[in-house]
């Protein structure tokens, strides 16, 4: 089973052999959390509190310069390649030890491993802002070589907004592109044609349809026929009369057309009389014109795109693909990019994947993927994404490696305290029950502060009045992983009545006791008449029960996070279709 998501710092499992041997991975995107545009921490300021001139963001605390970072920094002067050593002193030369030099430290020794596990074929796209991008360019140069630099692409990512602040508005993202060596996996990327009532830039009709034209004449010599006369009309002064190669003409023309080898032998001007014979050759009106090679709109794959794009929008705020994670990336851009630099079979790898976009936008391109994400927020948001676009089970269609798969592995978890582990706990124990967190910041290793009110998750289901029109309830969830008692489960009670909530669900580390056990049996049933069923109001699940296959017991259709679109695959069809 190819498809994986890994829970865990993304530099440990690469450096695992046995996850991430050598020339593993055909691509690799990413999009660390360091954004100018995220309003969190100022970069470029010295630990020890003085600011420096300039003012940069980044994502949380995730980039401080600490043990770990002057770690990371030496072993990067002492063990990496020459080059890449070389970068790092630079860089600490003309940066010093800050948030910022941390974020690049960190991020050169990523890049070490996935240069490692890339394909001699594979490409590496880094997403960043322009705050930044100068900087990664100067470690990926050092890594893979500035032989290797292939683009700089500028994505659009929002409108022009004015905030009041003296300079341009920061409207644009930064897309690095490198390959592994000089040979690597190409598809060439077309954006739609389409423009109204009229196809753009196709702008004559004839019996096969819209089409544009082509010059044919050129500036190399074809011989000395090229550059005579052909039908009264003569090539301008310098140039030829010239074809494209038989291989551009689509498919349709080339069965009209006699052999490959055969059309070789044929002089410039038999070859134009038989394109005339077919019909392909433009005549102007004026009587001075010049001829031109007919190109037809169905035959166009579209116009070629570049490396500035401002065709895919970002996420609206309404946008039914919109999932509420603050990074979240267009599947469109996604799709670009796999599209253009993989084939279908070929494995896809976004070492920090958050919301999992790129892996749901390789399963829809038929690539096999796989993810890491330091939270296990983000790989419960991945496994509901994963589940409501394509119906896939983890365990059974793809594996999660790092989550704890006993009592003892999940008491670990809840224990360690160096990692966040109340929250860590707290949200994939509620991934095990299909459960929104209530105050889980996405991104982040830590949860909402303040006050829950008793819930820690929301399940939302739907039932039908008498009218048959839906009407929304939900179950509430509360995680525990400490002691214990028979008040807690009052509590509960009291949030359910509180909160007008059909369900409560109690999710335990410990083991529940018999007074617990009678607590939730006092609170009685919630009745639907739709279903026409009872279900315990108040339910108890151990972390056990859990393991053991035990559900909430609750109506069905349920959602979870703002469920992601049941996807298309790549023909155009829903997955639905094909059941």
Partial sequence: MTNRLYYGDNLDILRSREYFPDAFVDLIYLDPPFNSNRDHNVLFKAESGAESEAQ??????????GETAEATYRDLITDAPVKVSTAIEALMNLIDRNQMMAYLVMMAARLVELHRVLNPTGSLYLHCDPTASHYLKIVLDAIFGPVNFRNEITWKRTGAHDLG????????????????????????????INGGERIKGFPHTDERGAYATRDMTGGKAGGAEAYRAWRGRNPSSGRAWALPGYHRFPKWLQELLPSEEDWARLGIHAKMDLLDSLGVIHWPAKEDGMPRLKYYYDDSPGILIGNIWTDIPPIGAHAKERLGYPTQKPLALMRRIIRASSNEGDLVFDPFCGCGTTCAAAHQLKRRWIGIDITHLGIALQKYRLGDMFELESGKDYKVIGEPTTVAGARELAQDSANEGRYQFEWWALSLVGAKPVGGQAGSRKGKKGADKGIDGLINFFEQDAKGKARARKVVVQVKSGAVKAGDIRDLAGTIEREKAAIGVFVT???PTQPMLKEALAAGYYESDFWRQSYRKLQILSIRDLFDGERVDMPPQHGTFKRASRARTSDGKQQSDLI
């Fill in 56 to 65: 940069i963001t980044a994502f949380e605390d995730t980039w401080h310069w």
């Fill in 509 to 511: 580390l410990e083991n």
């Fill in 165 to 192: 602040a003296k300079q341009w508005p920061d409207i644009v993202d930064v897309i690095l592109m490198f390959s592994k060596s000089e040979k690597w996996t190409w598809n060439r990327a077309y954006a739609n």
